[in-house]
């Protein structure tokens, strides 16, 4: 069974569209996260919830904006997208503790 | 915050041996990860050091200095699989956080 699941995996959209990437685990972790890895690839940290609370919130255009209904998804909506929100986006769950994070397969987000 | 460095690229022969890098500058320390990275994939878990010293894994070893600021990935016996980017993570002190260096990309040659 997937562990972290995301879907979709290809999102090919236009300039000002608004767009939802979803995300679940099934590792029954308390705490899930959004990152964006640019062409560079890059890494950074978005979004993390713990328990569904919103945990951390990076310096991140407010037309992103994540959703976390239960302990097990967190979503990701985008709104009014930009040329330069073309990136692959990956979410990442961890259990309480110094734990490592098991990361989803990643959604390739590509604006035109 | 963190600041986190880390070489580009390294490309060494099948059977060798690699040692990939990494020096972090930070406010709050609270563990230092490696991850592997296949083109087109998701980051894999390889290692974790929160402690001076060296924690060995089958083939792959990873050593921290936490007064230096510095790690290092040991890659042995390299295989054609092994080819991927190593990314080092430091977490914060606040526990949730972990900040990426840019990865290393490692090429591995018959």
């Known amino acids: 069974d997937t562990a972290v699941s995301q879907t979709p995996k290809y999102l090919v959209t236009q300039m000002g569209n608004d767009k939802s990437i979803k995300c679940e685990q099934n590792l029954g972790h308390d705490t899930m996260y959004w990152y964006k890895q640019d062409s560079k690839k890059f890494l950074k940290i978005m979004f993390s919830y713990n328990n569904k609370e919103l945990i951390i919130n990076e310096t991140v255009p407010n037309r992103f904006s994540p959703k976390s209904p239960d302990k097990a998804h967190l979503n990701l909506h985008i709104n009014s997208l930009e040329l330069g929100d073309s990136a692959v986006y990956f979410c990442?769950?961890?259990?309480?503790?110094?734990?490592?994070?098991?990361f989803g397969p990643g959604t390739r987000l590509t604006v035109t | 915050g963190q600041n986190i460095d880390q070489p580009t690229e390294m490309t060494a022969t099948e059977g060798a041996i690699v040692q990939i890098n990494c020096t972090y500058q930070?406010?709050?320390?609270?563990?230092l990860f490696w991850y592997q990275q296949h083109a087109g994939e998701a980051p894999t878990f390889l290692s974790y050091n929160v402690l001076d010293g060296l924690e060995e894994k089958g083939r792959f070893s990873s050593f921290l200095s936490r007064s230096k600021g510095y790690s290092y990935l040991l890659l042995k016996e390299l295989q054609m699989k092994d080819s991927a980017s190593y990314l080092c993570?430091?977490?914060?002190?606040?526990?949730?956080?972990?900040?990426f260096g840019a990865g290393t990309t490692v090429t591995v040659r018959a």
């Open positions: 993570a430091v977490r914060d002190r606040d526990d949730y956080k972990l900040s």
């Open positions: 990442a769950s961890k259990r309480g503790g110094n734990y490592e994070q098991y």
């Open positions: 930070t406010s709050g320390f609270n563990g």
